[in-house]
Structure formats: C-alpha cells, structure tokens
C-alpha cells in the first residue's frame, strides 16, 4: 500500500488521497478542517468516513451531505472514500458504469470480484492517520444506501478501530453480526423510501432490475442482537413526524437507536433529492441528518484495549 506524496494534510480544505491496494489504484478525499498541525503536531481530533451510495461519488457525498461544513465548525476530519465502478477502464458514471460498494450482500461487480472494501477502508484510516492527528478512539462511519450497507460490515469488522456507526437507507447484509466489541448503532430511514419499505419487500432500482429489500427494523434487531441487547425496544420520541425507539440494557453502554422520518424517501436526511422523486420518494428537511449523527457520535468513544480482529461474519441476501 502506498499513498500518493503531496496531500498537504496540514492545509484546510478537500485533498485527494490515491492508495495502491491489492494491485488496484483506490481513491478517497480528505477535508481537514483549519488548525491541524500534522500527526503528532496538535490535539488529536476525531475522524468521521462517510460511504456514498451506489452510483454516487465521494465529491457528491461531500456535497450533498454536509460533513465537511461541520468538520470545519466542529473540528474533526471528514474522509469520503470512492467505491469501484463496474469497469475500471471508464469514468464512473450514475447510469452506466455506478460506483459501489462490496457490502456482504452478494450483489454486483464488486461481490463477483471479491472487491475487500473493509480493508480498503482500514487502509484509509491508516493513510490519514500517519499524516494527521486522528484521535483513535473517536473513529466514526457512516453511510447512504450501499454504503451504509458497508457502514454495518466495517463496524461489524472493524468493531476495535471504530467506535461508533450511523447507517442511513441502507441495510445490514450480515445475518449475525457479532463485533468484537458492542459498537453503537444509529439507523436512519425514510417511511416514504420505496427502495427501502419500512415492511420490506421487491423493490425496482434505478437501474431496472427488481430485488428484495428486508423490513427496515430487521438490521437494526440483527446488530442489537450481534453486540448482546436483552430488552426489546422501546418508543423514546414520536412527534413531529420523527419517530426514534432505542434498544435499552445494551453492554458496555452502547447505543442501538433507530429513526424513522416521516415525510421522508431514499435521501440523505436534510440534503436535497438527487434522483425523481418517482424513483426514490421525497426529500425532507425534517432531520438535519448529519448534524443528528454527529451528536449521536460524540457521546461515544472506543474503550481502551479494545480488541482489532475481524471476526468471520456470515452473509446473506
């Protein structure tokens, strides 16, 4: 693995990072936010990965999500990786040639070619981390649709270097998930997402092929389950079209929380509909999602020793 010279981590701003990986060039953007001296330099201040969605960018996910705007008012790192396109030779493209992610589904180009996106994801962190003052414990990933598919692999995998996860649209693939350690959940959903019926179902993508979606409680059961919840969920907020209901006795103090926006379809909570709204339902200005992640981030941190294995963790569709 080798990262490209010249990213200028100490200068604010979005910074292109090129990483040699399993013999294919992979590639991210790093948003430093003003004050960061280098690694060993300053303070060390969190980092947040955010995992765009199928057929989407690193670029777009920095600009539709708002992650580097609260970076820089917050003060941590925002690191937005790219996932393959189904031909490599060509520009990624929506329609057709769509970036994704391997999220343990079995689905697309990246589950026929093995693609190990976990491990791209832990080299990234490695990456940033000898080049800036990325604070251990306070690693977080998030992700939209597939990506936040891949947000409950790397968490269920990478249960030692992250300390919390926040999945948006998107569904846990793993049939038993069981991190090494109870790592905090927060699952956001739109109850107007026709690729993501709360009740589930066969669902039309955007690409024309039918598929079966799960109901959208039954990732959040499987990871409540996985980390070692033992009472049943319980209704903390039903007003103003927001509905959360949390998991409660969970170890080691850890937070399953899911969120249900009302008026809301297969968008980023807050962030503008990127598609027909015949396609993926409304968009919602009900929840500042990034800004509820982030909070939600902050009250957790990884416990010292915590352990750095990657568990074998079975897959299903």
Request: hydrophobic content about 45%.
């Amino acid at each position: 693995m080798s990262a490209r010279a010249g990213i200028a981590p100490a200068t604010p701003g979005t910074h292109p990072l090129t990483l040699a990986l399993g013999g294919t060039m992979r590639q991210a953007l790093v948003h430093v936010p003003p004050g960061l001296a280098g690694s060993g330099a300053t303070a060390p201040v969190p980092l947040v990965c955010m995992l765009h969605g199928a057929g989407a960018t690193a670029e777009l996910a920095l600009r539709n999500t708002g992650w580097a705007a609260l970076a820089d008012t917050e003060r941590f790192i925002a690191l937005f990786p790219e996932g393959t396109p189904r031909h490599a030779d060509r520009p990624p493209t929506f329609r057709l040639n769509p970036q994704t992610w391997n999220d343990g589904s079995g689905r697309g180009h990246v589950a026929r070619r093995g693609i190990d996106d976990v491990g791209f994801v832990a080299a990234l962190l490695d990456a940033v981390g000898r080049t800036l003052p990325v604070d251990p414990a306070r690693v977080y990933v998030t992700g939209f649709s597939n990506g936040a598919g891949l947000a409950y692999r790397v968490g269920a995998e990478l249960a030692g270097r992250v300390a919390a996860v926040a999945a948006v649209a998107g569904h846990c693939w793993l049939e038993s998930p069981r991190p090494a350690r109870p790592v905090p959940l927060l699952a956001i959903y739109g109850a107007q997402d026709p690729l993501n019926p709360p009740a589930g179902g066969e669902i039309a993508t955007p690409w024309g092929h039918a598929e079966y979606h799960p109901p959208v409680a039954r990732s959040v059961e499987r990871w409540a389950a996985g980390i070692g919840c033992v009472a049943d969920p319980v209704v903390v907020q039903d007003a103003a079209d927001v509905r959360l209901v949390a998991w409660p006795r969970c170890p080691g103090g850890a937070e399953v929380l899911l969120c249900m926006v009302g008026d809301m379809g297969h968008v980023w909570p807050g962030g503008q509909r990127l598609l027909p709204e015949r396609l993926i339902g409304p968009a919602s200005r009900r929840l500042d999602g990034t800004r509820f992640i982030w909070d939600f981030f902050r009250r957790h941190a990884l416990p010292t020793g915590a352990p750095l294995d990657r568990p074998a963790v079975p897959l299903t569709r």
